[in-house]
């Protein structure tokens, strides 16, 4: 037994000594052959760094303003990408409309609406039907109640 295991730490001792051939090296990602004349680097590409050395930064956008969601369409609108002309025009707040404004100053206030009773909700043929939306005017004519029928009643 003791022979046993000095045989076994000699050949894990020679095995662990011995070089390794260059064929049974496995290929390395970085080390290919295009990638070292590109600079070494596998995601670096030679048109990158003819952009100006940063992959995400690009000529074009470098000529807009520097910063790649700014572009000259938006800063000869005023300068701020959500602020255009016409919504500046318009009342200055882009949700707020020039046709909301004509209507009563109010986007979800209607002039219609106004007309009805002030309330969207309230509408001129409910108000003529008795006051009460869910109180109709034939449901008065049978007995006042809309679950309770004139006709019988238990």
């Known amino acids: 037994m003791k022979f046993s295991l000095i045989l076994i730490a000699a050949i894990a001792g020679l095995t662990a ?14 080390r290919r052959e295009e990638d070292t004349q590109r600079g070494g680097i596998p995601w670096k590409r030679e ?8 992959p995400w930064k690009r000529e074009e956008e470098t ?12 800063t000869q609108r005023g300068g701020i990408p959500w602020k255009r002309e016409d919504e500046t025009q318009r009342g200055g707040i882009p949700w707020k409309r020039e046709e909301e404004t004509q209507r009563g100053g109010i986007p979800w206030k209607r002039e219609e ?3 009805r009773g002030g309330i969207p909700w309230k509408r001129e043929e409910e108000t ?4 009460i939306p869910w109180k109709r005017e034939e449901e008065t004519q049978r007995g006042g109640i809309p679950w309770k029928r004139s006709r019988g009643a238990y």
Do not use: F
């Open 17 to 30: 000594a011995t070089p390794v051939a260059k064929g049974a090296e496995p290929p390395s990602i970085y």
């Open 47 to 54: 048109e990158e760094t003819q952009r100006g050395g940063i």
């Open 63 to 74: 000529q807009r303003g520097g910063i790649p969601w700014k572009r000259e369409e938006e």
């Open 113 to 115: 609406e106004t007309q």
């Open 128 to 131: 003529q039907r008795g006051g």
